[in-house]
Protein backbone atom coordinates (compact mmCIF):
# COMPACT_ATOMS: atom_id res chain seq x y z
CA UNK A 1 0.00 0.00 0.00
CA UNK A 2 2.92 2.35 0.71
CA UNK A 3 4.26 1.63 -2.89
CA UNK A 4 1.21 2.71 -4.58
CA UNK A 5 0.89 5.79 -2.27
CA UNK A 6 4.44 6.77 -3.18
CA UNK A 7 3.81 6.22 -6.91
CA UNK A 8 0.10 8.60 -6.56
CA UNK A 9 2.45 11.28 -4.90
CA UNK A 10 5.28 11.12 -7.87
CA UNK A 11 2.08 11.47 -10.35
CA UNK A 12 0.64 14.13 -8.04
CA UNK A 13 4.12 16.12 -7.72
CA UNK A 14 4.66 15.98 -12.17
CA UNK A 15 0.85 17.25 -12.25
CA UNK A 16 1.72 20.90 -10.80
CA UNK A 17 0.45 23.81 -12.97
CA UNK A 18 3.43 24.68 -14.52
CA UNK A 19 4.07 21.34 -16.15
CA UNK A 20 0.61 21.27 -17.10
CA UNK A 21 1.32 24.27 -18.80
CA UNK A 22 4.61 22.99 -20.39
CA UNK A 23 2.28 20.01 -21.26
CA UNK A 24 -0.72 21.72 -23.03
CA UNK A 25 1.99 24.19 -25.24
CA UNK A 26 3.77 20.94 -26.47
CA UNK A 27 0.98 19.52 -27.34
CA UNK A 28 -0.27 22.52 -28.98
CA UNK A 29 2.92 22.92 -30.74
CA UNK A 30 2.84 19.16 -32.62
CA UNK A 31 -0.91 19.35 -33.63
CA UNK A 32 -0.10 22.71 -35.31
CA UNK A 33 2.53 21.09 -36.84
CA UNK A 34 0.98 18.10 -38.21
CA UNK A 35 -1.74 20.18 -39.65
CA UNK A 36 0.18 22.11 -41.26
CA UNK A 37 2.54 19.21 -43.12
CA UNK A 38 -0.43 17.56 -44.01
CA UNK A 39 -1.71 20.99 -45.67
CA UNK A 40 1.06 21.36 -47.44
CA UNK A 41 1.61 17.67 -48.42
CA UNK A 42 -2.26 18.10 -49.88
CA UNK A 43 -1.87 21.51 -51.40
CA UNK A 44 1.41 20.00 -53.02
CA UNK A 45 -0.41 17.42 -54.55
CA UNK A 46 -0.23 17.25 -58.69
CA UNK A 47 -3.59 16.12 -58.79
CA UNK A 48 -5.33 18.83 -56.43
CA UNK A 49 -3.08 21.39 -58.10
CA UNK A 50 -4.34 20.57 -61.83
CA UNK A 51 -7.74 20.43 -60.44
CA UNK A 52 -7.48 23.77 -59.13
CA UNK A 53 -5.99 25.29 -62.26
CA UNK A 54 -8.15 23.48 -64.51
CA UNK A 55 -11.10 25.12 -62.30
CA UNK A 56 -9.55 28.63 -62.63
CA UNK A 57 -9.22 28.49 -66.20
CA UNK A 58 -12.73 27.39 -67.43
CA UNK A 59 -13.95 29.48 -64.92
CA UNK A 60 -12.40 32.34 -65.87
CA UNK A 61 -13.23 31.30 -69.70
CA UNK A 62 -16.92 30.68 -68.52
CA UNK A 63 -17.26 34.71 -68.32
CA UNK A 64 -15.86 35.35 -71.50
CA UNK A 65 -17.35 32.79 -73.55
CA UNK A 66 -20.65 30.01 -73.46
CA UNK A 67 -19.09 26.77 -72.64
CA UNK A 68 -19.80 23.04 -73.33
CA UNK A 69 -21.46 21.69 -69.86
CA UNK A 70 -22.04 18.14 -70.60
CA UNK A 71 -18.43 17.42 -70.39
CA UNK A 72 -15.05 17.74 -68.47
CA UNK A 73 -12.58 19.36 -70.22
CA UNK A 74 -8.55 18.50 -71.03
CA UNK A 75 -6.41 21.15 -70.07
CA UNK A 76 -2.91 22.07 -71.61
CA UNK A 77 -0.40 25.05 -71.32
CA UNK A 78 1.61 26.94 -73.76
CA UNK A 79 5.13 26.04 -72.72
CA UNK A 80 7.46 26.67 -75.96
CA UNK A 81 5.37 28.70 -78.03
CA UNK A 82 8.37 28.69 -80.90
CA UNK A 83 7.59 24.83 -81.32
CA UNK A 84 3.83 25.84 -82.26
CA UNK A 85 4.31 28.60 -84.90
CA UNK A 86 3.75 26.62 -87.93
CA UNK A 87 -0.26 25.45 -86.40
CA UNK A 88 -2.06 28.52 -87.20
CA UNK A 89 -3.62 27.58 -83.85
CA UNK A 90 -1.02 28.60 -81.95
CA UNK A 91 0.24 31.45 -84.32
CA UNK A 92 -0.39 33.80 -81.54
CA UNK A 93 0.08 31.89 -78.52
CA UNK A 94 2.13 32.85 -74.97
CA UNK A 95 4.08 30.98 -72.96
CA UNK A 96 1.57 30.70 -69.99
CA UNK A 97 -1.27 30.51 -72.56
CA UNK A 98 -4.06 27.70 -71.53
CA UNK A 99 -5.78 25.23 -73.95
CA UNK A 100 -9.11 24.12 -73.05
CA UNK A 101 -9.84 21.05 -75.32
CA UNK A 102 -13.71 19.83 -75.29
CA UNK A 103 -13.45 16.02 -77.27
CA UNK A 104 -16.95 15.37 -77.16
CA UNK A 105 -17.93 19.47 -78.79
CA UNK A 106 -14.80 19.01 -80.90
CA UNK A 107 -13.80 22.74 -79.85
CA UNK A 108 -10.60 23.94 -78.43
CA UNK A 109 -9.84 27.13 -77.04
CA UNK A 110 -6.89 29.10 -76.64
CA UNK A 111 -6.94 31.62 -73.45
CA UNK A 112 -4.32 34.08 -71.91
CA UNK A 113 -4.44 34.64 -68.81
CA UNK A 114 -2.07 37.50 -68.51
CA UNK A 115 -4.56 39.61 -70.78
CA UNK A 116 -7.77 37.55 -69.88
CA UNK A 117 -8.06 37.41 -73.52
CA UNK A 118 -9.38 34.14 -75.63
CA UNK A 119 -7.05 34.02 -78.24
CA UNK A 120 -8.21 31.78 -80.75
CA UNK A 121 -11.76 29.02 -81.10
CA UNK A 122 -10.83 26.10 -83.37
CA UNK A 123 -12.87 22.85 -83.84
CA UNK A 124 -10.76 19.44 -83.19
CA UNK A 125 -10.84 16.77 -85.80
CA UNK A 126 -9.62 13.63 -83.79
CA UNK A 127 -10.10 11.88 -86.53
CA UNK A 128 -13.15 8.93 -87.28
CA UNK A 129 -11.65 6.60 -83.67
CA UNK A 130 -12.65 8.93 -81.50
CA UNK A 131 -15.28 9.27 -78.83
Known amino acids: MEKIKEKLEK????????????????????????????????????????????????SAIGRLLVLPKDEVPSLATVSDPAKLKDQPFFSNAQTGDKVLIYSLAKKAILYSPKLNKIVEVAPVNLGANAR
Not at 38 to 53: I, L
Open 11 to 58: IRQFFTPRNSVITLAVLLVLSIGTTLYFYAKVANDPQVVAKKDLDATI
